[in-house]
């Protein structure tokens, strides 16, 4: 019988093997089928925040699958959906934010984002402004529109991916040239707060362009919190230091704790009230978006965090990740390293990092390889001993990797 699962960014030829076979996982530990267990230093896909497995978000979804196990927001609302958009707005600003609109992941979210802003420039009477500009080195997903935003080359034109209204700029010089030549015609400029797989901080002089630009331009502004939110980078969302707070705010993994598939658009006062002036339908949808049990996953994510006081437990382990990687820094693989809060990336000699990356699989640790990097994405849970597993297990895989480029 043929292998019955196609495994995400795996080759067939490597499906179904049991020490990549995951059966259990809590806290910050995940165990394999083929009995061994090993150091999560990833937050599952970066989502896990507070851990595996746990049991207030548990016992919340559960007791909404019983309450009421399926309710559209088709063609109208429910109270469990209304509850997680008032909690999220809590959380993220309810005197700049007025509206959630929910979806199921972060590339449908950024899918749906690129519709809410060139319906909104049409809304305004400036239908000509349908391009979305986003960051060379971006990750915005791979469902068909946001792999288009993507800013990182992962084969958009193999799947001969649209991005005929997008564009990518690496500068801020090369934001302003793009302006001087097609500012008309721009609707959104897409940041996330830390880009791509690569773990790299939106550039500072970039951000304090925008001001200007947008005052001068009109366009929107989208942070793209999928994966900075919920107290990854030392705040609950990373872009409320931001010098002009965006009109969208685009935010997953977090949401739910790794618990459902749910994302969500967090949209500002201004911008619907341009729909609602017109009273306009913004014509979207899912099957799965804003279901009761991902909305109770997200009420009881959020005040979780708050009992954990996890953006708090966040900032103590990003000193503590500082002392991990200025002392792995040492080792001759290492050329330094990139981040914010708990989301870094420990930067390598190239074409060594999934060497480390298995390395560290067979020694009992999942890290992530990145563009000649290894990921470093602990939960905000992590204790002292947690830290001093993870760079001893890194430490030796780097020393493996090593002896494997000397010979």
Known sequence: MRYPVWESLVVPSAYGRADRQ????????????????????????????????????????HRSL??????????????????????????????HFGRVLFSTSGGAA??????????????????????????????????????????????????????????????????????????????????????????????????????????EHGFLLVADEVATGFGRCGSFF????????????????????????????????????????????????????????????IVATIEEMQRLNAVELGLANSLRLDGVLERLAQHPLVTGHRGAGCFRALELVPGVAQQVVESARRRGLIVQPGPDCVQLVPALIYGADEFDELEGLLLASLDVAGERVAC
């Open 22 to 61: 995951a059966v259990s996982a809590r806290g910050v530990r995940v165990r394999f089928a083929d009995g061994t267990s090993a150091l999560c230093a990833t937050s599952g896909l970066w989502n896990a925040n507070l851990g595996y497995g746990n049991p207030v978000i548990a016992d919340a979804v």
């Open 66 to 95: 019983l309450d009421s196990s399926y309710l559209t927001l088709f063609r109208g609302g429910h109270s469990p959906a209304l509850r997680a958009a008032e909690a999220l707005l809590r959380v993220c600003g309810p005197e």
């Open 110 to 215: 950024n899918d749906v984002m690129m519709k809410l802003v060139r319906h909104h420039q049409a809304l305004r009477g400036e239908g000509q402004r349908r391009v979305v500009v986003g960051l060379k080195g971006s990750y915005h997903g791979l469902t068909y529109g946001s792999f288009g935003l993507t800013g990182e080359r992962l084969g958009q034109d193999a799947y001969s991916v649209d991005q005929r209204h997008v564009r990518h700029v690496g500068s801020t010089a090369e934001l302003m040239a793009l302006f001087a030549r097609e500012g008309h015609r721009i609707a959104a400029v897409v940041l996330e707060p830390v880009l791509g797989s690569g773990a790299y901080p939106v550039p500072v002089e970039l951000l304090a362009a925008l001001p200007g630009l947008r005052a």
């Open 238 to 297: 990373a872009s409320s230091s931001w010098a002009v707070r965006p009109d969208v705010l685009v935010t997953s993994k977090g949401l739910t704790n790794g618990t459902c598939a749910a994302s969500a658009l967090v949209v500002s006062h201004e911008v619907c009230e341009v729909f609602e002036s017109a009273d306009s339908m913004l014509v979207h949808g899912e099957t799965q978006a804003g279901t009761p049990s991902s909305c109770a996953a």
